[in-house]
């Protein structure tokens, strides 16, 4: 029974990765994908964040699956990892036949003790620098007018950076109160 369940899922993924439908939030995007998103990013707005505070591919993909269906998923900031950790961190898994693997994996959505606001901070900032790096994206219909200092940048991307800057920089404030 549960082999047969375990057949089952394996046709239907090949069977959406074939209509380019992905079924797990958790599975990775394609690296051209992933590219593509920090191209994007950096075409726009010319920085790249360092590895200690550029999101792990993980966040990135599941970031822009929530952006693509325009939904809304509460997540603690404490399982946010940066690019960093997960180049540092290693699988522990070994590949018994094709599509079946034996071990253990990380768990990367395990929270990290935080000592203290700094750290929150720290993490809040990677999570909305992935935001921003999902949503540098051009907004279509693209606006009639030239963006400027007078316009509003969340009508030319989903999520603007400066957005995101402007509410990790409050955030900092506040906590310093």
Known sequence: MAWTA??????????????????????LLPATSLANIKSVFFK?????????????????????RSLQKKSLEVMSVHTVKTL????????????VAQNLWVGSVPDEDVPV???DWTTYSEQLLVYLIGLAMVGASPLSP???TAES?????????????DLAWRYHARAVQCAKK
């Open 142 to 144: 693209a606006p009639t």
């Open 44 to 64: 726009r707005y010319h920085w790249m964040p360092p590895p200690e505070q550029q999101p792990s591919d993980k966040l990135l993909s599941k970031l822009s």
């Open 84 to 95: 960093f950790n997960q180049r540092a961190t290693t699988a522990k898994r070994m590949k």
């Open 113 to 115: 003790h935080v000592e």
């Open 6 to 27: 375990i057949v089952a899922g394996e046709k239907a993924k090949e069977t959406a990765s074939i209509e380019g439908v992905t079924l797990d939030e958790e599975d």
């Open 149 to 161: 200092l007078a316009t509003d940048t969340t009508d030319y991307v989903f999520f603007p950076w």
